[in-house]
């Protein structure tokens, strides 16, 4: 078969991520140097009888399943996808469905990583094993923060002073405001995030 | 995600992946190492 593209597209999408990388909203984990491949779960869904006939590989044109990125930062933003303190741009191959808003991938890896600071963990401790694991992916990472898009590391030069230092220092900021208000609780910037739906998206 | 409805679908085979592992076969995890056994005591010589 010939490819309609010899470069893989790239999209924006949103993770969660711990101390042990990154992860889908549905939970699904991305995994350091290795693509994410979608695979349909309409047949566990489906039940067995209706599932002989509708397995196929994802992403199925008249499925739901696949990765999902959206086309435009615009559309990035429109669905809300900012508050859950870490997106980037993705790269995407294999069969790919194009939508009016975005994409449905086959496979995937992120190309890139912004850290908002509304969705960083609050003691420099968990923020230094969260972005340890982060650097795994090779990603080039920044923070977003007073307006401005901060490098952190870097694939050719590992981490940057003026991201280290924003880190300290909105750490820094957080703990001062929360022993203020007489909060010292383990929960991170901007309070307890909505769950999500995400039972087709990967 | 909304992504609006399905337009097309094209093949995308990059020339330079941008993973090692391409196909995102699951990782298999190395053999973990069997500890030798405890080589038997020397047995003492019985003395009558």
Redesign the interface.
């Known amino acids: ?9 790239v999209g924006y ?1 949103v993770w969660t991520w711990d101390t042990t990388g990154l992860k889908s909203l549905c939970g699904e984990r991305w ?1 350091p ?5 979608a695979r349909c779960r309409a047949s566990a869904i489906l039940g067995r009888a209706k599932a002989t006939n509708d397995v196929h590989d994802a ?1 199925y ?1 008249h499925c739901t399943c696949g990765i ?4 435009t930062l615009h ?1 990035f933003g429109s ?1 809300g ?1 900012e508050q859950y303190g870490i997106h980037g741009e993705v ?14 991938a086959q ?1 995937a ?1 992120p ?1 890139n990583l912004f850290l908002s600071s509304d969705g960083l963990p609050f003691t420099l401790a968990e923020i230094r094993l969260r972005v340890q694991a982060l650097t795994l992916y090779g990603s080039d990472i920044f923070v977003l923060g007073n307006g401005e898009t901060i490098p952190l590391w870097t694939r050719s030069s590992g981490f940057d002073p003026a991201g280290l230092d924003y880190l300290t220092e909105i750490s820094k900021e957080s703990y001062v405001r929360r022993k203020r208000n007489g909060i010292l609780e383990g929960r991170p910037r901007g309070g307890a995030r909505t769950g999500r739906s995400c039972s087709r ?1 990967r | 995600m909304q992504i609006g409805k399905p337009l097309r679908t094209v093949i995308v085979e990059p020339l330079e992946l941008p993973v090692s592992d391409p196909m995102g076969k699951p990782v298999t995890d190395p053999p973990v190492p069997q500890p030798e056994p405890a080589p038997e005591p020397e047995q003492a010589p019985v003395t009558p």
């Open positions: 078969m010939i490819p309609d593209y010899i470069s893989p597209i999408r995994h140097n290795q693509s994410l491949a992403p044109a999902y990125a959206a086309k559309h669905a996808c790269y995407l191959w294999g069969k790919v469905v194009e939508h009016e808003r975005g994409w449905r496979l890896y190309k998206a």
